[in-house]
């Protein structure tokens, strides 16, 4: 069990903390860049208006990275009761706007009992917004722990090959989209209660908005339509890579990122942060493989669900323990980080961005920070860790 500190914070307070690789990883150089984040520790950092600073390594979270820090959005109160109000909305609605409910809610529901299932989608719904996409106003905050309920939920039914047996809220919307033909602002919602959500988006921000909102249903639609049902093989990391990005809601991550950022960007001014861009998304996909390896492990051994992870691939290819394949992959991501980081270094130095182009790139960094300090204090992973639970009373 790991002491906890008692650093004074306004964080989410946390229960868990491992390193998936259980090495201690060499001095890592300081790179001037990054240093917005450590920065911010200390004093007030243009963009971080709405987050809360994090020295991990105070808080006792194990910290393998180039990034000197990291930042949460301060209004995940607010977030976290969006999420728990938006499921009892769920709950409480007819069936014709209830749409298909995971198993293990509806059994919950029935039975009466503690809402452990309940809880934990919740906890999911808005720690990974708070910490992937911390810049995020109140509102948006909200919003964004509003969706994922609706995209956690629509998962979970795909997952439990509840897929035939009804539709869930999501696929009814996007249904209704497909069906009126027209652009996502003028789609009149028979669901009340997606359209309440889409009505706060758009009303939010008209630019970035729509696209946050069409993303949701890219999502709900790719996983309904690429479920796996067994694990696969790859021939190379690189051709394991391609298909993890492509499987990774990489519309969805965009659109949070530019809708928390409020940094609305064309195709045109998108296009000098792609080679950054890529790093961001492989990065992110990877450090989920990384921290998730042994949750997916376990209810592989347990209900014989599929694995399909990066840290299974390298043990594939390379005839490896799971243990080496995660200090492998960890390796990995420092690469990336530093290549990240020269991308970002060119962007600053040539100065030919505009304030939102620059705003992007800085939230993409901000991001996969918190993307690290969620996974690694996340419960869904922690919770098979052995030693992860941190003692609180020290």
């Not at 956690?152 to 090959?161: A, C, T």
């Amino acid at each position: 069990m790991i002491k906890a500190s008692k650093a004074i914070s306004k964080m989410r307070p946390i229960q868990y903390a491992f390193d998936p690789a259980g090495t201690t990883p060499p001095a890592l150089q300081k790179l001037k860049h990054f240093s917005f984040l450590s920065d911010s520790l200390s004093h007030p950092t243009l963009g971080l208006h709405n987050t809360e600073a994090i020295n991990p390594s105070a808080v006792r979270v194990p910290w393998p990275t180039y990034f000197p820090a990291c930042v949460q959005c301060k209004y995940w109160p607010e977030a976290k009761r969006a999420a728990q109000a938006i499921l009892h909305q769920i709950m409480d609605a007819s069936p014709e706007h209830q749409g298909m409910i995971p198993s293990r809610i509806h059994k919950e529901m029935i039975s009466g009992s503690a809402m452990t299932k309940s809880q934990e989608l919740v906890e999911t719904s808005f720690t990974a917004p708070i910490n992937m996409f911390p810049a995020a106003s109140k509102t948006r905050a909200e919003i964004m722990a509003k969706a994922n309920v609706l995209i956690f939920m629509h998962d979970d039914v795909i997952e439990s090959h509840l897929a035939n047996e009804g539709t869930t809220i999501i696929d009814d919307a996007l249904v209704n989209l497909q069906s009126e033909n027209v652009p996502i602002e003028k789609v009149e919602w028979k669901n009340n209660i997606f359209g309440q959500f889409a009505r706060e988006a758009l009303e939010e921000d008209p630019v970035t908005g729509p696209e946050y909102v069409y993303s949701v249903l890219q999502w709900a639609d790719y996983t309904r339509n690429n479920s796996a049902t067994h694990s696969l093989r790859f021939s190379t990391f690189g051709d394991y890579l391609g298909f993890r990005i492509r499987d990774f809601a990489v519309e969805f991550i965009v659109a949070s990122l530019k809708f928390t950022c409020e940094a609305p960007l064309s195709e045109t001014e998108i296009e000098p942060l792609k080679s950054a861009g890529n790093l961001y998304i492989a990065h992110f996909a990877l450090t989920n493989d990384l921290y998730s390896y042994d949750k997916e492990a376990r209810e592989s051994a347990e209900h014989g669900s599929a694995v399909v992870n990066g840290v299974q691939v390298l043990q594939d290819l390379l005839c490896v323990s799971p243990s080496t394949a995660k200090i492998l992959l960890r390796t990995l991501l420092l690469d990336i980080e530093k290549r990240l980081y020269d991308e970002y270094e060119a962007l600053v130095i040539n100065k030919e961005l505009n304030d939102n182009q620059l705003r992007y790139a800085r939230g993409m960094i901000e991001s996969l920070a918190g993307n690290i300090f969620y996974s690694a204090t996340c419960f869904r992973y922690a919770r098979v860790i052995p030693g992860a639970l941190l003692d609180l009373s020290a």
